[in-house]
Nanobody, 124 residues
Framework: QVQLAESGGGSVQAGGSLRLSCKAS????????MGWFRQAPGKEREGVAS????????FYADSVKGRFTISKDLINDTLYLQMNSLKPEDSAVYYC?????????????????WGQGTRVTVSS
């Protein structure tokens, strides 16, 4: 089974940047889509960004377009999320997901394998 390990979260002031990483191991070849989700306190989980692991097409939530960039290291099988111009509303626990399909809003489906999450806190 694919195993995911996120890292790179932390605290940053509004307008700052963070780069999240997700190392995939195991049966990563079964994951045609990888993505990032986030969940803030009191809110539902939302898709942030996703990428076709083979073709490379990317998808983003409207709230992060132009600020976040998802990418993948093809050699090291590592997923990244470059987060720029961070806002307090971006504060959440961010989860990496490996799945079969990408959604146009940055999520994945039908049943993702998740990492442990990494917390991002953006202060104003």
């Amino acid at each position: 089974q694919v195993q995911l390990a996120e890292s790179g979260g932390g605290s940053v002031q509004a307008g700052g940047s963070l780069r999240l990483s997700c190392k995939a191991s195991g049966y990563s070849y079964r994951s045609d889509c990888m993505g990032w989700f986030r969940q803030a306190p009191g809110k539902e989980r939302e898709g942030v960004a996703s990428i076709h692991t083979r073709g490379g097409a990317t998808f983003y939530a409207d709230s992060v377009k132009g600020r976040f960039t998802i990418s993948k290291d093809l050699i090291n099988d590592t997923l990244y999320l470059q987060m720029n111009s961070l806002k307090p509303e971006d504060s959440a626990v961010y989860y990496c997901a490996a799945d079969a399909l990408c959604r146009s809003n940055g999520g994945t489906y039908p049943k993702g394998v998740w990492g442990q999450g990494t917390r991002v806190t953006v202060s104003s």
